[in-house]
């Protein structure tokens, strides 16, 4: 009689579910997952914001070099000024340098070198004031020709 007693005993002191300690595991387990998650998101946030910058900063550039290349030679010197557009939260600085006419290497026409920088300059307000930052600008040259005086199939 005793001996059918015992597994019952056995069986009845046996727990179905999960301990304590397997809870903590698990939740300890969790939490450095989603940590480690939130910092990847992060980071690739602050990527895309730098692409971003990068994009708007490369459009204004090739924007002003059309510009450049669409104006009659003679008006260079006059509408070629520093100037700047905001997009978003930056300002982007458009600045030139033009440098006297000179001849060019491979003839005798003139040219206008005309060197072009775009930097963007970040504007984040900060509880005590504004905070201003620059990153990199991207700049080239363009050389301009001025056209010829005369056309060859037009010559009288």
Known sequence: MTRSRLPARRIARRRSGISLIEIVVACTLLAVTLTSLTGIAARMAARTR???????????????????????????????????????????????????????????????????????????????????????PVSGVIRRAKPPTYNALNYP
């Not at 520093?82 to 978003?88: E, N, Q, R």
């Not at 006297?100 to 984040?124: C, D, F, Q, R, W």
Request: proline share 5%.
């Open 50 to 136: 730098t692409v971003g910058y990068v994009e708007q900063r490369t459009a204004t550039y090739f924007e002003e070099v059309n510009r450049t290349e669409s104006m009659p030679y003679d008006s260079l010197n006059k509408y070629l000024r520093t100037d700047s557009v905001k997009a978003g939260n930056t300002y982007y600085v458009w600045q030139y340098t033009i440098d006297p006419e000179s001849t060019s290497a491979i003839g005798t026409s003139k040219y206008t070198k005309i060197n072009l920088t775009v930097s963007p300059h970040i504007i984040m307000k900060m509880l005590n004031g504004t905070f201003s930052s620059s990153p990199i």
